[in-house]
């Protein structure tokens, strides 16, 4: 291979591709390579890659939100690059019943975010999520979640009944909510004793 030529500028010229071989492993480079146009540089033509990819030091942290009777919402983060050892190129969600059958679903590397469907009501699950590169994958910590035993529109429904019982409030289609006649209230008291007299007979 012909050896490169470099300048006083520092810059390094060759029609081959230069290797350096200390490089290092799972190490994420920022490669560049600028075109010469005559005595200045254009716009370089950059890529991010790495000499040899290795599984993630660390899983995806990881949390379950909008818990329903038979869905959840499961969020993570992305992990710190330098603890990705290589690309990520998917996620895969790892859920199961406790002391049950376990499912996963994989999703690609740009979701954050994955809703889980069709779980069986008033149930704990246990929900993991694994970050894989092209050399493995590495799981994040677990974490448990319960399905809720009525949904959250009936329990809305259920209070509104509660605070608005008969002889509270009602509501019309025109005019919202009216207050309902208040019942008129009777005030009673014992009249005085009237004095009668005896009345004769004869």
């Known amino acids: 291979m012909e050896s490169p030529e470099i300048s006083q500028s520092g810059w390094k010229k060759a029609g081959a591709v230069v290797v350096e071989d200390k490089l290092k492993p799972f190490w994420c480079y920022n490669i560049s390579v600028y ?11 950059s890529i991010q890659a790495y000499v040899k990819e290795g599984v993630p030091s660390a899983g995806p942290v990881m949390k379950a939100e909008k818990i329903g009777v038979r869905t959840v919402t499961i969020t993570w983060k992305e992990i710190p690059k330098h603890q990705r050892n290589g690309f990520i190129n ?107 007299k005896p009345r004769a007979w004869g």
């Not at 998917?90 to 996963?104: A, H, L, M, P, R």
């Not at 469907?117 to 677990?142: C, D, F, H, I, Q």
């Open 35 to 45: 075109p010469m146009l005559q005595n200045r540089v254009g716009e370089p033509y």
């Open 90 to 196: 998917n996620y895969t969600i790892f859920y199961q019943v406790e002391d049950g059958k376990g499912f996963s679903k994989t999703v690609n590397s740009s979701i954050l975010r994955y809703d889980l469907e069709s779980l069986t009501r008033k149930t704990s699950y246990t929900v993991r999520v694994m970050a894989s590169t092209s050399a493995g994958g590495a799981n994040g910590p677990g974490i448990n979640f319960k399905t809720s035993s009525i949904s959250l529109n009936l329990r809305l429904r259920t209070r509104t009944v509660l605070l608005n019982p008969p002889g509270g409030s009602r509501k019309t289609p025109k005019d919202g909510f009216k207050p309902l006649p208040t019942p008129t209230v009777l005030h009673l008291a014992r009249s005085p004793a009237t004095t009668r």
